[in-house]
C-alpha cells in the first residue's frame, strides 16, 4: 500500500511528543517499539516510539493503578465539574405518573448529576493524558474479562457526551492514539487480517521501563479480535472512528484534526479495506458473525444491517472529510459507487411492511431471469409466524441480513435506527420506523429502552442459531435482551426525524430503574424486568447513552453533528436505480441527471 510513509512518520513523531507509546503484550513478553523507522516483512517502513511521560514507581507508592486513575481523574474532575452546575440548559424531566414501579418520585436532574460523575469516573488516563472511558467499572464482579478495557465502540456515546460538554481533548487524543493503532502489527496464528482495521478494544498498562522497577511507563495494548471470546473481528470500530472524527470537527469547528495527514491516511486505509473487491454479487458488506455491537454468535454474519448502517454513515462522513487530490479520485469513485448501489439495495430488499409481507407471501419462486422479482428466491414459507401479528398495519422496518433464498426478519434496533440517522432509510422508511416502534412498544420498549433486537431465538433455534450459548438464552443479553445505551441512538433517529416525545417517553422510562438498579449492561425477560443475569454494573455506555439522550432532548439541533443527509446527486442516482428495477416502476420525481461515476 502506498501510504506517505515520511510524513506519517513525522506526524507520529510529534504525537509521540506528548506521550505516545505503542507497546503489545504478547505471550513472548512486552514487545516494545523504540523510536525511528524499521522495516516490517512486507517492507513496508513504520514508526515506532518510546514513551518521554514516566511515572516512578516510589511515586505509585500505595497506589493500586486504579486510585493511580482515580487521582488523575480527581484533577480532570476540577476542570469540567462547572459545566454541569449552571450551564444554562434547561432542568432535567422529572415524572412522577402515578406509575412509580416501585421507585416513588424520579429526579432526572439527580439521575444525570449522577451520570455525569460517572462518566468522569470511568475516564481512562495514558501519560496523564484522557484517552477513552473504561467499559464498565463494576466492583462488585468477579469476572472483569475485557470490561476494563476501552472498547471503541463504547466510547463512542461517551466521546458525544464529551463534545456537547465541551470537552474536547479526550475526544481528540482519542482519536489519534486508536489511528495509532489501526497500523498495528496484528497477528492471529500467524496470519495478518487487512491494514486499516480498527481494534475492538485496548488497554493501558504501566510497566517497568527496560526491566527497572523504579521507572514505569504507560503503554497501549490494542486486541483486534485476537483475544477477544470468540476471535470476532470488529469490523464496526473503524466505522464508529470515522462517525465521531466527522463529529468532532462539526463540534469543535476544528478541522485541524482530519485534515492531518496521519488522519486522512487512516480514513483512506478504512475505506480501502471495506471497498476491496471480494467475491461478492451484493454492495453490502460481507462480514462473519459478531463482528459489530453483538459479538458473539448470533446467526447475524453475511450481510447484517447494523454494519450496512454504519457503513453508510461512514462513507458518507468520509465524503465529507477526504481532503480533494487527484490520489484519492479512484477512491472517491469507488466510495460514489458504492453510496448508491447501497442505499438502493438496503431500500428495496431489506424493507419489509403490511404492503411488501404481503408481496413475499405471494411470491414467485425459482425465477431465473435478469428481471426476476423475486431475486434472492425467497420462499413465502420462510415468513415466521410471530411476523405475521408483530407486523403493524403503520410502520415498517428493514430486516436483520438478506442472503441467497434467506430473509432474517428479525428487527434490529441499532441497525434500523443507525439507517434513519445516516440516511440510509429514506424519510418516508425512517417515518415507518419509528411509527413501528411507537406501535409496538411494549414488544420494542417494554420496562427498559430498548431491545437489542425482536423476537429471541428460543428452543432448537437457540441452539442451531446462536449454538447453545448460555450466555445468549432467549430475551438475554444479545438474543432479545434490552440496553440502555440503545437510548442515545433512538433519540438522535428521534431528533433527526423532528419526534421527541418518542425519545422523551423513553427516557423517562429508563429514569424510573436505571440509576437504582446501578446502571446495568442490560437487562432481561420479555419485558425486560430483571437486570441482567450475567450484566456488568456501570457500564459506561449505559451512563452515557442517558446522557446524550438528554442532553439532545434538552438541545435538539445538537444531533447534527452525527446526522447525515443524502445530498441531490446520490437522491438522482438513486431515482435512477429505481426506475430501472423491474419490480417497481416509478416515476422518475425529481430527476434531473445520471449520476456521472
Ligand atoms: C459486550 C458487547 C459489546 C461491547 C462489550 C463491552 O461484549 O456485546 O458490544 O462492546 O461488551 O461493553
Redesign the pocket.
Known amino acids: 500500500m502506498a501510504l506517505p510513509e515520511a510524513s506519517l512518520c513525522l506526524d507520529r513523531l510529534l504525537l509521540s511528543s506528548f506521550g505516545a507509546n505503542y507497546g503489545k503484550q504478547r505471550s513472548l513478553g512486552l514487545v516494545e517499539l523504540r523510536c525511528g523507522l524499521r522495516t516490517l516483512g512486507n517492507g513496508t517502513k513504520r514508526c515506532g516510539f518510546r514513551s518521554v511521560s514516566f511515572c516512578r514507581t516510589d511515586e505509585r507508592k500505595n497506589l493500586t493503578k486504579r486510585s493511580c486513575f482515580l487521582r488523575c481523574k480527581c484533577q480532570k474532575a476540577d476542570s469540567v465539574s462547572g459545566l454541569t452546575a449552571d450551564d444554562g440548559r434547561p432542568t432535567s424531566l422529572s415524572i412522577n405518573d402515578g406509575n412509580t414501579n416501585g421507585v416513588g418520585t424520579v429526579d432526572g436532574r439527580k439521575i444525570e448529576e449522577e451520570a455525569w460523575d460517572l462518566l468522569k469516573e470511568s475516564v481512562v488516563y495514558y501519560c496523564g493524558n484522557p484517552i477513552g472511558t473504561i467499559?464498565?467499572s463494576d466492583t462488585s464482579s468477579s469476572s472483569i474479562l475485557?470490561?476494563d478495557q476501552v472498547?471503541i465502540?463504547?466510547f463512542i456515546p461517551s466521546g458525544v457526551v464529551f463534545l456537547l460538554k465541551g470537552e474536547y481533548d479526550i475526544v481528540r487524543n482519542f482519536i489519534l492514539h486508536t489511528l495509532q493503532l489501526q497500523s498495528w502489527e496484528k497477528t492471529m496464528d500467524c496470519h495478518s487480517p487487512g491494514q486499516g482495521l480498527m481494534p475492538?478494544?485496548f488497554k493501558v498498562r504501566t510497566v517497568p521501563l527496560d526491566g527497572d522497577d523504579s521507572v514505569t511507563e504507560d503503554v497501549l495494548d490494542p486486541d483486534f479480535g485476537e483475544a477477544a471470546i470468540g476471535r470476532v473481528a470488529p469490523v464496526d470500530s473503524g466505522l464508529w472512528w470515522i462517525i465521531l472524527l466527522r463529529a468532532y470537527g462539526k463540534c469543535t469547528g476544528d478541522l485541524s484534526v482530519q485534515e492531518r495527514v496521519d488522519v486522512q491516511t487512516g480514513i483512506k486505509m478504512i475505506l480501502k479495506l471495506c471497498l476491496a473487491d471480494g467475491f461478492d454479487m451484493f454492495p453490502t458488506l460481507l462480514v462473519t458473525d459478531g463482528s459489530?455491537?453483538?459479538?458473539?454468535r448470533m446467526g447475524i454474519h453475511g450481510h447484517p444491517l447494523e454494519i450496512q448502517a454504519l457503513f453508510y454513515s461512514a462513507l458518507l462522513c468520509a465524503r465529507e472529510m477526504l481532503a480533494p487530490e487527484d490520489a484519492s479520485a479512484d477512491l472517491l469513485r469507488a466510495l460514489n459507487n458504492r453510496l448508491v448501489a447501497l442505499s438502493f439495495h438496503i431500500r428495496e430488499y431489506y424493507w419489509i411492511d403490511m404492503k411488501k409481507l404481503n408481496e413475499i407471501y405471494r411470491y414467485k419462486t425459482e425465477e431465473y431471469s435478469y428481471d426476476a422479482v423475486n431475486k434472492f428466491n425467497i420462499y413465502p414459507d420462510q415468513i415466521p409466524s410471530w411476523l405475521v401479528d408483530f407486523m403493524p398495519a403503520r410502520g415498517g422496518y428493514l430486516i436483520g441480513n438478506l442472503q441467497p433464498a434467506h430473509m432474517d426478519f428479525r428487527f434490529f434496533s441499532l441497525g434500523n435506527l443507525w439507517s434513519i440517522v445516516g440516511g440510509l432509510a429514506t424519510v418516508d422508511q425512517s417515518h415507518a420506523i419509528l411509527d413501528l416502534v411507537e406501535e409496538k412498544w411494549s414488544e420494542l420498549v417494554a420496562d427498559m429502552p430498548l431491545k437489542i433486537c425482536y423476537p429471541a431465538l428460543e428452543g432448537q433455534e437457540w441452539r442451531i442459531i446462536a449454538g447453545s450459548d448460555p450466555k445468549n438464552t432467549a430475551w438475554s443479553y444479545?438474543n432479545g435482551g434490552s440496553w440502555p445505551t440503545l437510548l442515545w441512538q433512538l433519540t438522535v433517529a428521534c431528533m433527526k426525524m423532528n419526534r421527541p416525545e418518542i425519545a422523551e417517553k423513553a427516557v423517562m422510562l429508563a429514569e424510573r430503574r436505571i440509576s437504582r438498579d446501578k446502571w446495568p449492561?442490560y437487562y432481561d425477560t420479555r419485558r425486560a424486568r430483571f437486570i441482567g443475569k450475567q450484566s456488568?454494573l456501570f457500564?459506561t455506555?449505559s451512563i452515557a447513552g442517558y446522557l446524550v439522550a438528554k442532553l439532545l432532548l434538552a438541545n435538539p439541533s445538537a444531533a447534527k453533528v452525527l446526522i447525515t443527509e443524502e445530498d441531490s446527486e446520490l437522491v438522482n442516482a438513486f431515482s435512477c436505480m429505481l426506475s430501472a428495477n423491474p419490480r417497481r416502476k416509478r416515476g422518475q420525481k425529481g430527476f434531473k441527471q445520471p449520476f456521472i461515476i
Open positions: 467499559a464498565a475485557n470490561y472498547f465502540r463504547d475492538a478494544s459489530c455491537m453483538i459479538d458473539r444479545h449492561e456488568r457500564q455506555w
